[in-house]
C-alpha cells in the first residue's frame, strides 16, 4: 500500500504544490536515468505478499495492529482492512535459485504471524486472494486500519465518488452490494512480484510483462467466493477495480480507471510509465517530501523523490512501474492472488517472469505482434474462465490466434524455461518450478477450482431434509462472469461494462452462499478453516484432497 503519508486532510495549495513537485520529480528521473552507473545492479526478485488474519471459526479477526506489535518486525506492514498483514520479503538474486529462496521466505513470514498471533489473539494467517468468509459487514469504514494513508484515502474517494458506493461481487441481483469504504479492498489479498529491469530494456519488460500476465493468471485462480458470493475464477481483480479504483471521472480530469489493466502499449524511452502515471491521474495524497530531491540525504545513492513514489502509490496499475533510489528500476507485477502456498506463489512467479524475460530477449516488443485491445481482452477473460479461458496470443507470420488458457499455459512453458535460463536461473531450479505449473494444469486443480469444488461436497453432505435454501451449484456457472463481460469481435476491446452503469437499484445482500449449517460451522466457515490447515501444510494446491476425502479431524 506504499508509504504512510502522517496526515488526512490536505489543502488545495497542498494539492497545487505536489502537482509542481511531481514535475521536478519527473525532470530530475530523466536526469537519474540518464547517469551511467544508474541500473548497473545484478537482476533481483522481491515480494510483497498481503494475507488475511482468521480466527478459530474462520472469520475475520481484526487484530492486525495487535499482532504487527508482537511481531516487531519492520518487514510486517499494516494494510487496509484491519484483518490484513503484509510481508515484505528480502529480495534476492535472480541468477541461482530465487524462487525456492522468495518460497522459503514466504513460509517463514506465515508462520512467524501465525505462531505470535495464535496463542495471543487465536488468528492464524492464511494467504488467499478473497476471504471466503467476508461479508459485506466486514468491510465498512470500521474495519478500516487506522492508519493516516488509509484515512486519507478514504477521504480522497469521498469526494470522487458517492457513498455508499454500487459494488458488483457476482452473477445475478444477489451479486450487487453497496459499500461505504475502500476498506472493501481488504477482501482482495495480492502476491505482488518485484523484478529490476534494466533502463534499456525497461519499456519493452513492461510491454512484455503485460502480455505475459493473462496465461499465468489463468493458472494462478485463488479467489472464487468475493464477500461470500460465488465469483469467477479470480474474482479479487473485479472486487478491487471496483472497490478501491474511480473507475474514471471526465470532470475531474481522470477519464481513465485508477485501477485497470492500462490503454495502450508504452511507447518512447523507458520512462514512459512514469509520465503516464504523472499526467494521467490527479493527485490523492499531496504530502509534503520529508527530505530535499536533489541529494541522499535519506542515505540512498540517488534522489529519493519521494513526491512521485508516493504518487505512484496511488496509481494502481496491474502492473506498475518502480523507481528505486538504491539506484535502478523496477517493474512491479501486481495480478496474482495470493496464495494457495508458498510453493504455488513461487511457481507462478517463475512462469510469469520467465515468459516475461523470453518475450523481450533479443530486443523484441510485443507491440508489434497483438492489438493491445487483445492483451487487455486476455487478461479478463483469463480472470473470469481461468484455465478455460480463450487467449489470443501472437502467431508468428500470420494472424494472432485464439486459443484454450490450459493448452496456452503448457506451450509456452518451455518459453518461460528458456527465458529463466537467459537469466541464469538454476536449471533444476526452472524445471521444479515450471514442472508445478505443468501439474496443476494437467489436474485442472488451481485453487478457485479447489475451493468450488470443496464448498460443493460440503453443502452436499451438510444438506438436511428440513431444508434452508439450495445448494450453492458449482462447476462451470462458477467460472461464469461477475457482470456482463464484452468478447472480442472483430478486434474490438473485452472489458468488464461499468457496474453503476447497470444497477440503478441494487438488491438487499443475500443470505451468504452456502451459510446452513453443518457440523459447528457453516459451509464457507469450514471451507475456509481446511483450507488454512491444507495451506499450512504447504503441499501445492494440484495435490490437495477435497473433503470428501479429508476427515475433518485432520
Not at 450487487?176 to 530494456?201: E, K, N
Not at 490523492?284 to 513514489?309: C, F, H, I, K
Not at 468478447?487 to 447497470?502: D, I, K, N, Q, V
Given at each position: 500500500?506504499g508509504?504512510?503519508?502522517?496526515?488526512?486532510?490536505?489543502?488545495?495549495?497542498?494539492?497545487?504544490?505536489?502537482?509542481a513537485?511531481?514535475e521536478?520529480c519527473?525532470?530530475?528521473?530523466?536526469?537519474?536515468?540518464?547517469?551511467?552507473?544508474?541500473?548497473?545492479?545484478?537482476?533481483?526478485?522481491?515480494?510483497?505478499l498481503?494475507?488475511?488474519?482468521?480466527?478459530?471459526?474462520?472469520?475475520?479477526?481484526?487484530?492486525?495492529?495487535?499482532?504487527?506489535?508482537?511481531?516487531?518486525?519492520?518487514?510486517?506492514?499494516?494494510e487496509?482492512?484491519?484483518?490484513?498483514l503484509?510481508?515484505?520479503?528480502?529480495?534476492?538474486?535472480?541468477?541461482g535459485?530465487?524462487?525456492?529462496?522468495?518460497?522459503?521466505?514466504?513460509?517463514?513470514?506465515?508462520r512467524?504471524?501465525?505462531?505470535?498471533?495464535?496463542?495471543?489473539?487465536g488468528?492464524?494467517?492464511?494467504?488467499?486472494?478473497?476471504?471466503?468468509?467476508?461479508?459485506?459487514?466486514?468491510?465498512?469504514?470500521?474495519?478500516?486500519?487506522?492508519?493516516?494513508r488509509?484515512?486519507?484515502?478514504?477521504?480522497?474517494?469521498?469526494?470522487?465518488?458517492?457513498?455508499?458506493?454500487?459494488?458488483r461481487?457476482?452473477e445475478?441481483?444477489?451479486?450487487?452490494?453497496r459499500?461505504?469504504s475502500?476498506?472493501?479492498?481488504?477482501?482482495?489479498c495480492?502476491?505482488?512480484?518485484?523484478?529490476?529491469v534494466?533502463?534499456?530494456?525497461?519499456?519493452?519488460?513492461?510491454?512484455?510483462?503485460?502480455?505475459?500476465?493473462?496465461?499465468?493468471?489463468?493458472?494462478?485462480?485463488?479467489?472464487?467466493?468475493?464477500?461470500?458470493r460465488?465469483?469467477?475464477?479470480?474474482?479479487?481483480?473485479?472486487?478491487?477495480?471496483?472497490?478501491?479504483?474511480?473507475?474514471?471521472?471526465?470532470?475531474?480530469?481522470?477519464?481513465r480507471?485508477?485501477?485497470g489493466?492500462?490503454?495502450?502499449?508504452?511507447?518512447?524511452g523507458?520512462?514512459?510509465?512514469?509520465?503516464e502515471?504523472v499526467h494521467?491521474?490527479?493527485v490523492l495524497?499531496?504530502?509534503?517530501?520529508?527530505?530535499?530531491?536533489g541529494?541522499d540525504?535519506?542515505?540512498?545513492?540517488?534522489?529519493?523523490?519521494e513526491?512521485?513514489?508516493?504518487?505512484?502509490?496511488?496509481?494502481?496499475?496491474?502492473n506498475?512501474?518502480?523507481?528505486?533510489p538504491?539506484?535502478?528500476?523496477?517493474?512491479?507485477f501486481r495480478?496474482?492472488?495470493s496464495?494457495?502456498?508458498?510453493?504455488?506463489?513461487?511457481?507462478?512467479?517463475?512462469?510469469?517472469?520467465?515468459?516475461?524475460?523470453?518475450?523481450?530477449?533479443?530486443?523484441?516488443?510485443?507491440?508489434?505482434?497483438?492489438?493491445?485491445?487483445?492483451?487487455?481482452a486476455?487478461?479478463?477473460?483469463?480472470?473470469?474462465?481461468?484455465?478455460?479461458?480463450s487467449?489470443?496470443?501472437?502467431?508468428p507470420?500470420?494472424?494472432p490466434?485464439?486459443?484454450?488458457?490450459?493448452?496456452l499455459?503448457?506451450?509456452?512453458?518451455?518459453h518461460?524455461?528458456?527465458?529463466?535460463?537467459?537469466?541464469?536461473?538454476?536449471?533444476?531450479?526452472a524445471?521444479?518450478?515450471?514442472?508445478?505449473?505443468h501439474e496443476?494444469?494437467?489436474?485442472?486443480r488451481?485453487?478457485a477450482?479447489?475451493?468450488?469444488?470443496?464448498?460443493?461436497?460440503?453443502?452436499?453432505?451438510?444438506?438436511?431434509?428440513?431444508?434452508?435454501?439450495?445448494?450453492?451449484?458449482?462447476?462451470?456457472?462458477?467460472?461464469?462472469?461477475g457482470?456482463?463481460?464484452?468478447?472480442?469481435p472483430?478486434?474490438?476491446?473485452?472489458?468488464?461494462?461499468s457496474?453503476?452503469?447497470?444497477?440503478?437499484?441494487?438488491?438487499?445482500?443475500?443470505p451468504?452462499?452456502g451459510?446452513?449449517?453443518g457440523p459447528?460451522?457453516?459451509?464457507?466457515?469450514?471451507l475456509?478453516?481446511?483450507?488454512?490447515?491444507?495451506?499450512?501444510?504447504?503441499?501445492?494446491?494440484?495435490?490437495?484432497?477435497?473433503?470428501?476425502?479429508?476427515?475433518?479431524?485432520?
Amino acid at each position: 500500500m506504499g508509504s504512510d503519508v502522517g496526515r488526512v486532510t490536505f489543502t488545495e495549495r497542498d494539492h497545487a504544490h505536489f502537482r509542481a513537485r511531481l514535475e521536478e520529480c519527473l525532470s530530475t528521473l530523466r536526469k537519474v536515468v540518464a547517469h551511467p552507473e544508474f541500473g548497473a545492479v545484478p537482476a533481483t526478485l522481491g515480494a510483497e505478499l498481503e494475507t488475511s488474519l482468521i480466527g478459530e471459526r474462520g472469520g475475520p479477526a481484526p487484530v492486525n495492529e495487535a499482532v504487527r506489535e508482537l511481531l516487531q518486525d519492520d518487514r510486517m506492514a499494516l494494510e487496509v482492512a484491519r484483518f490484513n498483514l503484509e510481508a515484505n520479503l528480502e529480495p534476492v538474486p535472480l541468477a541461482g535459485r530465487p524462487f525456492t529462496a522468495v518460497a522459503e521466505q514466504a513460509a517463514h513470514m506465515l508462520r512467524q504471524i501465525t505462531a505470535q498471533s495464535l496463542p495471543h489473539h487465536g488468528a492464524r494467517a492464511v494467504p488467499i486472494g478473497t476471504l471466503p468468509t467476508l461479508t459485506s459487514a466486514d468491510v465498512t469504514t470500521d474495519a478500516l486500519t487506522p492508519a493516516p494513508r488509509f484515512h486519507a484515502l478514504e477521504r480522497a474517494w469521498a469526494r470522487r465518488r458517492p457513498t455508499p458506493f454500487t459494488l458488483r461481487v457476482a452473477e445475478g441481483r444477489e451479486g450487487v452490494l453497496r459499500a461505504d469504504s475502500v476498506a472493501v479492498q481488504g477482501a482482495a489479498c495480492s502476491w505482488q512480484v518485484h523484478l529490476t529491469v534494466p533502463r534499456d530494456r525497461f519499456l519493452h519488460t513492461f510491454n512484455a510483462a503485460q502480455l505475459a500476465t493473462a496465461p499465468v493468471l489463468a493458472a494462478a485462480g485463488n479467489s472464487a467466493f468475493p464477500l461470500g458470493r460465488r465469483g469467477v475464477q479470480e474474482a479479487r481483480i473485479l472486487l478491487y477495480e471496483q472497490g478501491f479504483g474511480d473507475r474514471g471521472n471526465a470532470r475531474l480530469g481522470t477519464p481513465r480507471p485508477r485501477v485497470g489493466f492500462g490503454r495502450a502499449w508504452l511507447r518512447g524511452g523507458p520512462l514512459a510509465g512514469f509520465e503516464e502515471a504523472v499526467h494521467a491521474y490527479d493527485v490523492l495524497l499531496p504530502a509534503r517530501n520529508r527530505v530535499q530531491n536533489g541529494g541522499d540525504r535519506d542515505g540512498t545513492p540517488y534522489p529519493s523523490l519521494e513526491e512521485l513514489r508516493l504518487h505512484l502509490s496511488t496509481v494502481w496499475s496491474w502492473n506498475r512501474p518502480v523507481y528505486d533510489p538504491l539506484g535502478h528500476l523496477r517493474i512491479e507485477f501486481r495480478a496474482l492472488p495470493s496464495g494457495p502456498t508458498p510453493l504455488d506463489m513461487a511457481a507462478n512467479t517463475a512462469f510469469l517472469v520467465g515468459l516475461t524475460l523470453f518475450l523481450v530477449a533479443g530486443g523484441r516488443d510485443v507491440a508489434h505482434c497483438l492489438p493491445f485491445a487483445c492483451a487487455k481482452a486476455n487478461f479478463y477473460r483469463a480472470a473470469r474462465d481461468g484455465l478455460r479461458a480463450s487467449l489470443w496470443w501472437p502467431s508468428p507470420g500470420s494472424a494472432p490466434q485464439e486459443h484454450e488458457a490450459g493448452a496456452l499455459v503448457r506451450k509456452l512453458l518451455p518459453h518461460a524455461r528458456e527465458g529463466l535460463i537467459m537469466a541464469e536461473v538454476d536449471a533444476d531450479e526452472a524445471d521444479t518450478m515450471l514442472n508445478l505449473l505443468h501439474e496443476r494444469v494437467a489436474t485442472g486443480r488451481t485453487g478457485a477450482w479447489w475451493q468450488q469444488r470443496a464448498l460443493e461436497v460440503l453443502n452436499r453432505r451438510r444438506e438436511a431434509p428440513r431444508g434452508g435454501g439450495a445448494a450453492l451449484p458449482m462447476g462451470r456457472t462458477a467460472a461464469t462472469s461477475g457482470g456482463r463481460w464484452e468478447e472480442l469481435p472483430g478486434g474490438g476491446t473485452a472489458t468488464p461494462e461499468s457496474p453503476a452503469a447497470r444497477a440503478e437499484q441494487p438488491a438487499e445482500a443475500v443470505p451468504e452462499a452456502g451459510n446452513r449449517g453443518g457440523p459447528g460451522l457453516p459451509p464457507l466457515h469450514d471451507l475456509t478453516v481446511r483450507y488454512a490447515r491444507l495451506a499450512e501444510r504447504a503441499d501445492p494446491v494440484h495435490t490437495w484432497n477435497l473433503p470428501a476425502d479429508l476427515p475433518w479431524s485432520q
